[in-house]
């Protein structure tokens, strides 16, 4: 039987699932992104090379593996052939290993521009988002007008789409009081270019991977963001335009619920932010600073200074319960090396009382007064470390605090960015639902 599992923020993105999914793609035929577009930034180290993939996933690594991008995500075609460029150029066979789902949605510039009306204007809260024209493409797509990869490599009817689109957006630009006239044709013939060497990697992806799990192959699905910035469970409106929870897995690639074998939650030791939004822990003095500094928490696309805090408990609990986390990574444990105390956030208070659920407003989630329970750090090098057993004591206490009070399982610790900083725990729920090493 196929092994088909998840794997996905379980906080607000950049909690290292790059580095997961490339150490866990050696025991799957294909990995699969199902949502978001070049927002994400999933950095890999291998030895001495660094890879920031944002829209190929992060399986196109390993020589051999299925990379595909399926239907809920949203493609820039210039940025996806930028980064096949630099992947080329490293050596990958990106023709060979690349599928593009013809039912993906297309990002044109007219997109950027309208995001960039809409987060500037002063009587709007701005976001603070990655400006990729990622959620205006996907009000494209919910309002019924938006272009598809299998318009973009049919220059049959793309032409009509196109023109009726872009007035649409002109129109709006205007209605804004944007000068800026953006050049229609010029935008059109760099599309029908870029096209031409797109489309032989376009194709029903959906067949393919179900055909895939016919022929009992294993998928690992890929989850960009993370389930804070999800559309509906996030911290609206302070989120990304799509289903980044481990339900969007299945809208975004058209594979079936009844096939997903196991879901995987990746979490920091500790927590960060990108972007506005609430955020119940943030350390907003030296601690914060020096949790960023120590976990070099500068933003992979933007480069924007990460919002650092202390690991969230009921945030955890939470997204463990939208998403149904069979297991979770725990990543950059290294990075709380050298501090004497931890303090970890068992619950919220709101009002004086205990809160029995995530608040759904911005002004509720921002009056949250964290409680606080103080656990003693370890302070010594975990960094590299990948046995359990060679854990300081201390850092195993803290896990085991996290693992008990979230009542979730952490089965795979990461101490480092590299693959071989890791351990997936002998026994645990995360081994056995992983598949065996070699992939048959
Ligand atoms: P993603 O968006 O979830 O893939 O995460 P990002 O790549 O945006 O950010 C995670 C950062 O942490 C990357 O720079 C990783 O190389 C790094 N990283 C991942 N795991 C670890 C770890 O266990 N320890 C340390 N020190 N860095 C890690
Ligand atoms: P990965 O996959 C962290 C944030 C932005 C902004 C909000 C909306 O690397 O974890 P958008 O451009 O998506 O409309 O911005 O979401 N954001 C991320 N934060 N990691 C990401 O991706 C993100 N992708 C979007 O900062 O607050
Ligand atoms: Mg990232």
Same mark, same amino acid.
């Given at each position: 039987?196929?092994?088909?599992?998840?794997?996905?923020?379980?906080?607000?993105?950049?909690?290292? !699932?790059?580095?997961?999914?490339?150490?866990?793609?050696?025991?799957?035929? $294909?990995?699969?992104?199902?949502?978001?577009?070049?927002?994400?930034?999933?950095?890999?180290?291998?030895?001495?090379? *660094?890879?920031?993939?944002?829209?190929?996933?992060?399986?196109?690594?390993?020589?051999?593996?299925?990379?595909? $991008?399926?239907?809920?995500?949203?493609?820039?075609?210039?940025?996806?052939?930028?980064? $096949?460029?630099?992947?080329?150029?490293?050596?990958?066979?990106?023709?060979?290993?690349? *599928?593009?789902?013809?039912?993906?949605?297309?990002?044109?510039?007219?997109?950027?521009?309208?995001?960039?009306?809409?987060?500037?204007?002063?009587?709007?809260?701005?976001?603070?988002?990655?400006?990729?024209?990622?959620?205006?493409?996907?009000?494209? %797509?919910?309002?019924?007008?938006?272009?598809?990869?299998?318009?973009?490599? =049919?220059?049959?009817?793309?032409?009509?789409?196109?023109?009726?689109?872009?007035?649409? %957006?002109?129109?709006?630009?205007?209605?804004?009081?944007?000068?800026?006239?953006?050049?229609?044709?010029?935008?059109?013939?760099?599309?029908?270019?870029?096209?031409?060497?797109?489309?032989?990697?376009?194709?029903?992806?959906?067949?393919?991977?179900?055909?895939?799990?016919?022929?009992?192959?294993?998928?690992?699905?890929?989850?960009?963001?993370?389930?804070?910035?999800?559309?509906?469970?996030?911290?609206?409106?302070?989120?990304?335009? /799509?289903?980044?929870?481990?339900?969007?897995?299945?809208?975004?690639?058209?594979?079936?619920?009844?096939?997903?074998?196991?879901?995987?939650?990746?979490?920091?030791?500790?927590?960060?932010?990108?972007?506005?939004?609430?955020?119940?822990?943030?350390?907003?003095?030296?601690?914060? +600073?020096?949790?960023? !500094?120590?976990? *070099?928490?500068?933003?992979?696309?933007?480069?924007?200074?990460?919002?650092?805090?202390?690991?969230?408990?009921?945030?955890?609990?939470?997204?463990?319960?939208?998403?149904?986390?069979? /297991?979770?990574?725990?990543? *950059?444990?290294?990075?709380? =090396?050298?501090?004497?105390?931890?303090?970890?956030?068992?619950?919220?208070?709101?009002?004086? !009382?205990?809160?029995?659920?995530?608040?759904?407003?911005?002004?509720?989630?921002?009056?949250?007064?964290?409680?606080? +329970?103080?656990?003693?750090?370890?302070?010594?090098?975990?960094?590299?470390?990948?046995?359990? =057993?060679?854990?300081?004591?201390?850092?195993?206490?803290?896990? !085991?605090?996290?693992?008990?009070?979230?009542?979730?399982?952490?089965?795979?610790? /990461?101490?480092?960015?590299?693959?071989?900083?890791?351990?997936?725990?002998?026994? /645990? %729920?995360? +081994?056995?639902?992983?598949?065996?090493?070699?992939?048959?």
């Amino acid at each position: 039987m196929s092994n088909i599992i998840i794997v996905l923020g379980a906080q607000w993105g950049d909690e290292g !699932k790059g580095k997961v999914v490339d150490l866990f793609s050696e025991r799957f035929q $294909i990995v699969a992104r199902y949502q978001g577009g070049h927002n994400a930034g999933h950095t890999v180290f291998i030895g001495e090379r *660094k890879f920031i993939l944002k829209l190929v996933p992060s399986g196109i690594l390993r020589p051999g593996v299925a990379a595909v $991008i399926g239907n809920g995500v949203v493609i820039d075609p210039a940025a996806l052939l930028a980064e $096949i460029d630099a992947l080329e150029a490293a050596g990958i066979d990106v023709a060979g290993q690349l *599928k593009i789902s013809n039912r993906a949605h297309v990002i044109f510039p007219f997109h950027r521009m309208i995001e960039k009306v809409g987060e500037g204007r002063p009587d709007r809260v701005a976001i603070g988002t990655t400006s990729r024209g990622i959620g205006p493409c996907y009000e494209d %797509k919910i309002a019924r007008r938006g272009i598809r990869m299998a318009d973009l490599v =049919d220059p049959g009817s793309l032409e009509t789409l196109y023109r009726w689109l872009a007035a649409d %957006k002109q129109t709006t630009a205007h209605a804004f009081g944007v000068a800026e006239e953006f050049d229609c044709d010029a935008i059109l013939a760099r599309y029908l270019e870029m096209a031409e060497r797109i489309r032989p990697m376009v194709c029903d992806t959906a067949k393919l991977l179900n055909d895939a799990i016919a022929a009992g192959r294993n998928i690992l699905f890929e989850g960009a963001q993370g389930t804070m910035l999800d559309i509906d469970h996030g911290t609206y409106p302070f989120v990304t335009s /799509s289903s980044a929870a481990a339900g969007g897995a299945c809208a975004g690639s058209g594979v079936a619920p009844t096939r997903i074998t196991g879901i995987l939650g990746v979490s920091k030791a500790y927590i960060t932010r990108v972007g506005g939004g609430p955020f119940p822990t943030e350390l907003r003095d030296e601690r914060g +600073e020096r949790l960023r !500094k120590a976990g *070099k928490e500068y933003g992979a696309v933007t480069g924007r200074p990460r919002r650092c805090g202390w690991f969230d408990v009921p945030l955890l609990r939470y997204t463990a319960m939208v998403n149904g986390f069979d /297991s979770i990574v725990v990543t *950059k444990l290294d990075v709380l =090396d050298d501090l004497e105390q931890i303090p970890v956030c068992v619950a919220y208070r709101i009002n004086g !009382k205990i809160a029995d659920s995530m608040p759904a407003t911005e002004r509720e989630i921002e009056s949250i007064e964290p409680v606080y +329970e103080n656990l003693p750090g370890w302070n010594s090098p975990t960094f590299g470390i990948d046995r359990w =057993d060679s854990l300081p004591a201390r850092a195993r206490d803290y896990l !085991k605090f996290l693992e008990s009070s979230t009542g979730v399982e952490i089965g795979c610790i /990461s101490t480092g960015p590299e693959r071989n900083q890791t351990m997936i725990l002998p026994g /645990s %729920k995360m +081994e056995r639902l992983l598949p065996g090493d070699t992939p048959g």
